[in-house]
């Protein structure tokens, strides 16, 4: 889904560089475009949950780090408008180092909410080179939480974060395969994810493999999904590289938009 929305993209962007005109030395040169980058890809683990995939092994050298947690505060609670027509670029309310030639492509998509519903979540695709392939982080925040609906009403981004995995993160017709939750580290705060791993992608997509990690901070939902393609860059030295990105975020609501004042009428 992300992926393909991000290649569709540069499909698109390079369609109309070939067929407008070139613009007159005069004129200010062209907006800088998002560079392309496809989510990276892997072989799955194999502990599979879903019984119709697969099973595949885990690479060895991809070992989750034991995390360095901190309390996290009692949260308040923070409500995210986003309008589809207008707000699809929304860049995630959170700040992280980066390693050189690592760039940004911020947007929304349409994620299946409770029952016949759909809900517009905004995402960040953080990519960039790393030792034998590319590196991805993608970010999806300020989605609405469908597991209190049902039991006893108890928040679970995990279970939030394990849907967007397989409808956003990996494409439907993938074979994947994931690992039990287990506990992550995002900026020092104690995150829940597991080791997913997707293969067989349609569209010539290569294979992934990684781990997400999903928290609530002061009631916002964030989940960030970590991978690299090809399967062979995800050594133990990348993955100390992308737990690094994780362990530099700091969260900063002040990026979020905020609501235009009412027009006041006048008498």
């Known amino acids: 889904m992300?992926?393909?929305?991000?290649?569709?993209?540069?499909?698109?962007?390079?369609?109309?560089?070939?067929?407008?005109?070139?613009?007159?030395?005069?004129?200010?040169?062209?907006?800088?475009?998002?560079?392309?980058?496809?989510?990276?890809?892997?072989?799955?683990?194999?502990?599979?949950?879903?019984?119709?995939n697969t099973p595949r092994a885990i690479p060895p050298s991809v070992t989750p780090i034991p995390p360095t947690v901190s309390a996290e505060p009692e949260a308040t609670r923070i409500v995210v408008t986003i309008s589809p027509l207008l707000q699809t670029d929304i860049v995630p309310p959170v700040r992280l180092n980066l390693p050189s030639g690592w760039n940004l492509v911020s947007d929304a998509i349409m994620l299946p909410a409770a029952a016949d519903e759909m809900s517009v979540v905004p995402f960040g695709y953080y990519s960039g080179p790393v030792p034998g392939g590319t590196g991805v982080v993608t970010i999806l925040f300020g989605f609405n939480s469908i597991v209190p609906e049902f039991g006893d009403r108890t928040l679970n981004v995990y279970a939030d974060a394990l849907r967007m995995l397989l409808f956003a993160v990996i494409e439907p017709t993938c074979e994947y395969?994931?690992?039990?939750?287990?506990?992550?580290?995002?900026?020092?705060?104690?995150?829940?994810?597991?080791?997913?791993?997707?293969?067989?992608?349609?569209?010539?997509?290569?294979?992934?493999?990684?781990?997400?990690?999903?928290l609530n901070v002061d009631g916002l939902n964030f989940a960030f999904y970590a991978y690299?393609?090809?399967?062979?860059?995800?050594?133990?030295?990348?993955?100390?590289?992308?737990?690094?990105?994780?362990?530099?975020?700091?969260?900063?609501?002040?990026?979020?938009?905020?609501?235009?004042?009412?027009?006041?009428?006048?008498?």
């Open 2 to 52: 992300i992926r393909l929305l991000i290649v569709a993209s540069m499909l698109l962007l390079a369609a109309c560089e070939a067929t407008v005109p070139a613009p007159q030395a005069s004129l200010s040169p062209d907006t800088p475009r998002p560079p392309a980058g496809t989510p990276p890809t892997s072989v799955s683990p194999t502990e599979t949950r879903v019984p119709t």
């Open 177 to 214: 395969s994931f690992e039990e939750e287990r506990t992550f580290s995002v900026g020092g705060r104690t995150a829940r994810g597991t080791v997913y791993s997707a293969n067989q992608c349609p569209d010539n997509l290569p294979s992934i493999h990684g781990w997400f990690a999903a």
């Open 228 to 267: 690299t393609e090809p399967i062979e860059a995800m050594t133990s030295a990348t993955r100390s590289e992308l737990q690094a990105i994780l362990d530099s975020v700091e969260f900063d609501f002040s990026l979020l938009p905020t609501a235009a004042p009412e027009a006041v009428a006048t008498p």
